[in-house]
Structures are given as C-alpha cells and as structure tokens.
C-alpha cells in the first residue's frame, strides 16, 4: 500500500507530501487533520488519488478567491488566470461552474457594473467600453445588454459633458474641435457620437 514517508513545510507555509519516497502534492494542514497524516502512515488502495484531487480542489480554490477578492472579473478572465497558475483545464472548468452556481461569478452583472464604472469614473464611450469587456471574454450580447441598459444620459449627452468639463471652445475653432475630436476618440466615443458633441460643444451654452 502507498505510505506517506515525509510531509516537509514549503516557503509558502503549506506542506509537501512525499509517499513511497516521492513527492506527490502540496497539501493543507486541514488536509493533514483530516486524513491523519503522518510519516508511516499506509493508504488504501484509492486514497492517493482521492487525497491528490482534493488538494487540487483546495488549491484552485484559494486562488480563484484570491483573484475574486482583488476585483470581480468575468468567467472567461477568471479561467484564464487559473489555467494560467497550471490548473488542470478540467478542474478550471468545474470550478468556474461552481463559483458561477454559488453567485460568485456573474457575467451579466459584471458587464453592467464595467459599464457603469468605466462610463461615470473614467468618461469612457460604449466603444472603448465593449471592445474591453471583449478582451476579458464576455459575450456580445451580454456585452450589448449591459451598455444599452445603464440608465443616465444618452451617448451624445456624455460626450458633451465631457467636453464641456474640459471648458468652453476657444478660438481658432477648427483646431480646437479637432483637439476635442481626438480627445473623445481616445476615450471611446464612436465617430458619430463625437462629431456630434463636438458641434454641439463647440456653439457653445445655448446648444
């Protein structure tokens, strides 16, 4: 029968398991409590292997709510920073179903506080807006419903106000609409929706 023949503290505080003189996995003390380990201690046959699978299910956990307690984040950015640390791609899978069962993962309610944060905190348009929540995997639609449903004013009505933040026009108008253009571009704003506010801005209070 496999026998644990030394269980060594890692710098990470946790504790290696060595059975039959090799090292096997990286387990908890909680783990040790509940199987009783120590070294000499026999499995049955079957054990290791259900040993080995919970210390991986202790493992993957931790850092998914590790990464969780930093900042929400999206399934897909979740996956891709657990496959990342060397998780097994179905263990990632379950895990990811799992948290999103408990409510710990919510595509569509984290669309929609992106949105919220990205539009009121950083001016950002519904352009800059998706084409992030894309990179961090969340679905078009999702992406659609989120931008769509936040309550506020319209696109143009944002742009607007940002402009005006940044003080009336000041001539030569060309020049400084196109300053304002380009500012609006780099915050996210479609084209449409910039060249709007701009003329808009740009006739000043009355508009």
Known sequence: M??????????????GLHVDG???????????????????RELEDGDLDLLHS????????????????HRAR???????RLAA????????DATIDRLAADGLLDDDAFAKAFVTDK???????????????????????????????EAGPDETGRARELLRRRGAAVPP???AKR???????????SHETAYRAVQEWARGPQA
């Open 2 to 15: 496999p026998t644990v023949t030394a269980l060594r503290a890692t710098r990470r505080g946790h504790i």
């Open 22 to 40: 090799a090292f096997v996995c990286v387990v908890s003390e909680a783990l040790v409590a509940k199987w009783h380990l120590f070294a000499g």
């Open 54 to 69: 919970q210390a991986v299910g202790e493992r993957i956990n931790a850092d998914a709510y590790r990464l969780l307690g």
């Open 74 to 80: 999206s399934r897909a950015e979740l996956a891709q």
């Open 85 to 92: 640390k060397g998780h097994p791609a179905d263990v990632v």
């Open 119 to 149: 539009r009121r905190l950083s001016g950002w348009g519904s352009v800059r807006i998706a084409r992030e929540l894309t990179k961090l995997g969340v679905a078009a639609d999702v992406i659609a419903v989120a931008i769509d449903g």
């Open 173 to 175: 108008l060309d020049a």
């Open 179 to 189: 300053r304002a253009y380009a500012f609006l571009r780099r915050r996210g704003f």
